[in-house]
């Protein structure tokens, strides 16, 4: 079974500068998450989708942040002027439902803003 | 508000002892409790869940967490550490049917050889 995928791995760009994530969750997973890990803390929830639709984002910066998952399949994660403490991986998630609470992750994005 | 707790942020043991790592948690309700592993520049890979079934549950890898409710812990323990368990660990509380998870800081675990 292919897992997560998750591409850039890595990005570098300037602070104001624009930039985009992509996620594939596993085949069949409705729910999927991103998630911010800042070095040295643990994960924080950004974005919840089930299928198409958007679950919690609570915790998203919408002044510089969007999310979509077009077609409840792909996702994509952009941060729109960029700032340095937005440095940073991005972790992308999926799920087969919410019973068993169990999360798939991919590798992540590693962010760094100059 | 749910919540975790992660006691010690860096463990250093020694190839062949025991491990422990400490979690407390604070949940208005019974929650799903979990721990995942990081391995340096890998993803995050569930190493065991508590979901209300037995308080003692095993893991991947020999790890096992013991659920006390009375002592709002999830300590993770191995009786032997090996080389390659040296990652990040993070304690994680789910509220019940939300598919949310929510974080402790994270213990990094050091094995010596």
């Known amino acids: 079974e292919a897992g997560v995928a998750q591409s850039p791995r890595y990005k570098i760009i300037e602070k104001r500068q624009s930039v985009a994530f992509w996620c594939n969750p596993i085949?069949?997973?409705?729910?999927l998450y991103w998630y911010q890990q800042i070095l040295g803390q643990g994960p924080k929830l950004l974005i919840q989708?089930?299928?198409?639709?958007?679950?919690?984002d609570s915790q998203l910066p919408k002044d510089r942040f969007s999310a979509e998952r077009l077609k409840g399949v792909d996702s994509t994660l952009k941060i729109q002027p960029a700032k340095l403490e937005d440095s940073a991986v991005y972790l992308c998630?999926?799920?087969?439902?919410?019973?068993?609470?169990?999360?798939?992750f991919g590798e992540g994005s590693r962010l760094t803003v100059l | 508000a749910q919540s975790v707790t992660q006691l010690d942020s860096h463990v250093s043991v020694s190839e062949g002892t025991p491990v422990l790592l400490r979690c407390n948690y604070s949940?208005?309700?019974?929650?799903?409790l979990f721990w995942y592993v990081q391995h340096p520049n890998k993803g995050l890979q569930l190493l065991l869940k508590?979901?209300?079934?037995?308080?003692l549950v095993k893991g991947i890898n020999g790890f096992e967490a013991e659920f006390k409710k009375s002592e709002t812990s999830f300590h993770l323990t191995k009786p032997s550490a090996h080389m390659s368990d040296a990652a990040e660990y993070f304690c994680v509380v789910s509220p019940r049917y939300t598919g949310k998870l929510i974080f402790g800081q994270g213990t990094t675990l050091q094995v010596k050889p």
């Open positions: 085949s069949g997973h409705a729910t």
């Open positions: 949940s208005s309700y019974s929650p799903s």
């Open positions: 989708f089930q299928n198409n639709g958007v679950v919690d």
């Open positions: 508590y979901t209300s079934a037995a308080t």
């Open positions: 998630a999926s799920s087969g439902g919410f019973i068993t609470g169990e999360l798939f």
